[in-house]
T-cell receptor
Framework: GIQVEQSPPDLILQEGANSTLRCNFS?????LQWFHQNPWGQLINLFY???GTKQNGRLSATTVATERYSLLYISSSQTTDSGVYFC??????????FGKGTTLSVSS | NAGVTQTPKFQVLKTGQSMTLQCAQD?????MSWYRQDPGMGLRLIHY?????ITDQGEVPNGYNVSRSTTEDFPLRLLSAAPSQTSVYFC?????WGSGELFFGEGSRLTVL
């Protein structure tokens, strides 16, 4: 089946710093989503982005489907950005497969 | 819109007991699924449903049972709980099978003693 790899596995930042999280996938995909799991365990949708670029406030994401990767950018990070960021992909007619996540810690 | 609602949020069971985790969505989504999340393992698919009356197994289905009698509800049953089923369980739904944004419930933390 399709493989999803996220990097880096862990990231520690000072408040105000920028960061880039990467998601590589092993085959063409129909769907790609980024999620944030906050310290309380809630999984929050960030982007539905099978291709192209989207922005939402300080967060933006780019998926280059032909090269099988997606990037999540966090600018001017805040302590509330802490948590685990998951990338998930699927192909038509298959379930969403999750990467192992990037754990982000932002300190003030 | 409540979105995806899971109950209970916390549950402690003894080995061998049975229980049902409830999941309901009010978005008229055809696709519903159950995941479990364990440390270091990420999210793994247990069972899924592409519509009322249709269910199928995911990656880790053993020890779990599901049914989908209505579009809105997708309960997960543990028939005889084992300590290996201690985990956080998430229900999720999307408009279609393999397409559309997936929305998660808030999770149910289950401990089996």
């Amino acid at each position: 089946g399709i493989q999803v790899e996220q990097s880096p596995p862990d990231l520690i930042l000072q408040e105000g710093a920028n960061s880039t999280l990467r998601c590589n996938f092993s085959d063409s995909v129909n769907n790609l989503q980024w999620f944030h799991q906050n310290p309380w365990g809630q999984l929050i949708n960030l982007f539905y982005i099978p291709s192209g670029t989207k922005q939402n406030g300080r967060l933006s994401a780019t998926t280059v489907a032909t090269e099988r990767y997606s990037l999540l950018y966090i600018s001017s990070s805040q302590t509330t950005d802490s948590g685990v960021y998951f990338c998930a992909v699927n192909q038509a007619g298959t379930a969403l497969i999750f990467g192992k996540g990037t754990t982000l810690s932002v300190s003030s | 819109n409540a979105g995806v609602t899971q109950t209970p949020k916390f549950q402690v069971l003894k080995t061998g007991q049975s229980m049902t985790l409830q999941c309901a969505q009010d978005m008229n989504h055809e696709y519903m699924s159950w995941y479990r999340q364990d440390p270091g393992m990420g999210l793994r698919l247990i069972h899924y449903s592409v519509g009322a009356g249709i269910t199928d197994q995911g990656e880790v289905p053993n020890g779990y049972n599901v049914s989908r009698s209505t579009t809105e509800d997708f309960p997960l049953r543990l028939l005889s709980a084992a300590p290996s089923q201690t985990s956080v369980y998430f229900c999720a739904s999307s408009l279609g099978w393999g397409s559309g944004e997936l929305f998660f419930g808030e999770g149910s933390r289950l401990t089996v003693l």
